[in-house]
């Protein structure tokens, strides 16, 4: 079993910035993607950020040039840093990575931008 530990979130004014991070423990044996996801209040999760086990970031479009992914495998950790924040990235923010046995999650950090 893994565990995910999210901290970071907050609230901050809009064009602020935020750095989450996602701490993996327990039974690790290969840790592939690690992802960050969202999910605003009366919206379907949507995907942020990911990066694979290589160091290759992905982003959604809302959120490119603003939003870095990136990992420190030494210590099973990956940060989302958040420049330019707008309202409408106000969610929960949520960790995922993806072992050789299945999916994990974390319980999720809230962001909050205020305008």
């Known amino acids: 079993q893994v565990q995910l530990a999210e901290s970071g979130g907050g609230l901050v004014q809009a064009g602020g910035s935020l750095r989450l991070s996602c701490a993996a423990s327990g039974r690790i044996i290969s840790i592939n993607a690690m992802n960050w996801y969202r999910q605003a209040p009366g919206k379907q999760r949507e995907l942020v950020a990911t990066?694979?086990?290589?160091?290759?970031?992905n982003y959604a479009d809302s959120v490119k040039g603003r939003f870095f992914i990136f990992r420190d495998n030494a210590i099973n950790t990956v940060y989302l840093r958040m420049n330019s924040l707008k309202p409408e990235d106000t969610a929960r923010y949520y960790c995922?990575?993806?072992?050789?046995?299945?999916?994990?999650w974390g319980q999720g950090t809230q962001v909050t931008v205020s305008s």
């Open positions: 990066i694979t086990s290589g160091g290759t970031p």
């Open positions: 995922n990575v993806a072992t050789v046995v299945g999916h994990y």
